[in-house]
């Protein structure tokens, strides 16, 4: 899933708008 979710994170960044919500994605993905 890190993969996948770091691929989607670099196609978002180019849109901008999906990056903030692959960020979101990710954080959470994460727990910490």
């Known amino acids: 899933i890190w993969a996948v979710d770091g691929l989607t994170w670099s196609v978002a960044n180019s849109n901008g708008r ?3 919500k692959s960020s979101s994605l ?4 994460n727990g910490t």
């Open 18 to 20: 999906m990056i903030s």
């Open 26 to 29: 990710f954080t959470r993905d």
